[in-house]
């Protein structure tokens, strides 16, 4: 005799929605009281401290005619002062027209790479199409920002600065953001003028100042009237600071270097054609 079949039992639903509410509370939370749906933002680390200083127009994406700077051996100088190899990596910042680009292109070979960088969209794509026109297929350019020079993360052995500090808006800002792209033995390159920066360069002492207020050691500081200026180079120390304990630096009067003066005789020793007049 065939038996009846038992009824099963439904299960029960345990911490479930009713169906009319679950399409409003699933952008709200979850059905059982979990953490809300809606991503949030991260949010932008800072504020950071301002410059106590002036800050130097962008007056030209040239410093200075290439010819002239090749018969003061500048670029060569600098690359051998920065210990410039075949296979590295390396970041041009305030690239311009491409002066240090080309010619590290060239040291780093086929198996390096060169990133060139600059914040003005019409001298970025000028220097795009002199790369393009001379196939340097080691070499990219990429547009950044006046506070972040938007580099990726543990990519280059050195970082290059030359005639460009002095023009940062936000050095704080700029130093703290491109810290985490250098690798563990990285160094940041700077060539510069000692003078005010409202003069277009920045003394040793306010260089140093700032590197260290964001975790920079300086490792060397030489003359080079060649680049008219100096050579110095920096290497990340310690952890990264957060942007609120950044402290401004100031230099006094006897910090600073005197005012330029006309600049006439620098200019033709070093034969610079896209400087102001002071």
Same mark, same amino acid.
């Given at each position: ?101 080309? #010619? ?7 198996? %390096?790479? !060169?990133?060139?960088? &600059?914040?003005?969209?019409? @001298?970025? /794509? ?50 703290? #953001? ?5 690798r563990p033995d %990285?160094? !940041?390159?700077?060539? &510069?003028?000692?003078?005010? @920066?409202? /003069? ?58 005197a005012r330029a ?18």
């Open positions: 005799m065939p038996h009846a079949a038992s009824p099963r039992a439904t299960p029960r639903r345990v911490g479930t929605c009713s169906a009319g509410a679950s399409a409003l509370l699933v952008l709200l939370t979850a059905c059982d009281g979990g953490a809300p749906l809606i991503k949030r933002e991260p949010k932008e680390p800072g504020p950071f401290p301002v410059a106590d200083r002036p800050v130097a127009h962008i007056v030209s994406a040239r410093w200075s005619n290439e010819e002239a700077r090749d018969r003061l051996n500048e670029a060569e100088t600098v690359m051998a002062r920065a210990a410039i190899r075949p296979g590295m990596t390396v970041a041009d910042i305030g690239a311009g027209e491409g002066y240090y680009t080309i #010619r590290l292109a060239q040291k780093v070979g086929d198996d %390096g790479r !060169v990133l060139a960088q &600059d914040i003005v969209p019409a @001298t970025r /794509d000028m220097l795009a199409d002199r790369v393009a026109r001379g196939r340097l297929d080691n070499v990219s350019v990429k547009l950044g920002a006046p506070a972040d020079p938007k580099l990726p993360e543990a990519s280059f052995d050195r970082v290059f600065m030359v005639h460009m500090y002095h023009e940062i808006e936000q050095p704080y800002e700029f130093l703290w #953001r491109m810290r985490p792209s250098l %990285g160094l !940041v390159v700077v060539v &510069d003028a000692n003078r005010r @920066t409202a /003069d277009h360069g920045t003394p040793p002492a306010l260089l140093r100042c700032e590197f260290a207020a964001v975790g920079y050691k300086m490792m060397t500081l030489t003359p080079m009237p060649s680049a008219g200026g100096y050579f110095a180079t920096f290497r990340t120390e310690g952890r990264r600071p957060e942007p609120e304990q950044i402290r401004s630096c100031r230099l006094d009067t006897s910090q600073q270097p003066k006309t600049d006439a005789a620098a200019r033709r020793q070093h034969e610079v054609i896209d400087q102001p007049n002071f």
